[in-house]
């Protein structure tokens, strides 16, 4: 069964920077497109970044657009998440997630229901 940890929240004032990194075990994830995504307190998860089955191409959400950056090492069955110039409204749960069905090989997915394996979240501070 496929398992995702993500790694590297933590606390950082603002205009700092972290890097998340979502290892798989159980399968390779080499032929899926992945994702991130968080959950601020009282809001809804929202797309945050992705990169496609190929790694060719990637795509951010706007109010990120920038300053982060989502990576994949396949020889390491990881998937990075760069964040740089953080802001305290990006302050949430960072959540990994990967897609099992079929997948073309270019396109990034942006919506959660396109996505069926979920971390369990690594929780991000950014202080003002």
């Known amino acids: 069964q496929l398992q995702l940890v993500e790694s590297g929240g933590g606390l950082v004032q603002a205009g700092g920077s972290l890097r998340l990194s979502c290892a798989a075990s159980?399968?390779?994830?080499?032929?899926?497109?992945m994702g991130w995504f968080r959950r601020a307190p009282g809001k809804e998860r929202e797309f945050v970044a992705a990169?496609?089955?190929?790694?060719?191409?990637?795509q951010t959400a706007s109010s990120v657009k920038g300053r982060f950056t989502i990576s994949r090492d396949k020889a390491k069955n990881t998937v990075y998440l760069q964040m740089n110039s953080l802001k305290p409204e990006d302050t949430a749960v960072y959540y990994c997630?990967?897609?099992?069905?079929?997948?073309?090989?270019?396109?990034?997915?942006?919506?959660?229901?396109?996505?069926?394996?979920w971390g369990q979240g690594t929780q991000v501070t950014v202080s003002s």
């Open positions: 990169i496609s089955l190929s790694g060719i191409n990637t």
């Open positions: 997630a990967v897609r099992n069905g079929i997948s073309s090989g270019s396109y990034c997915y942006t919506g959660e229901g396109e996505y069926d394996d």
């Open positions: 159980g399968r390779t994830f080499s032929r899926s497109a």
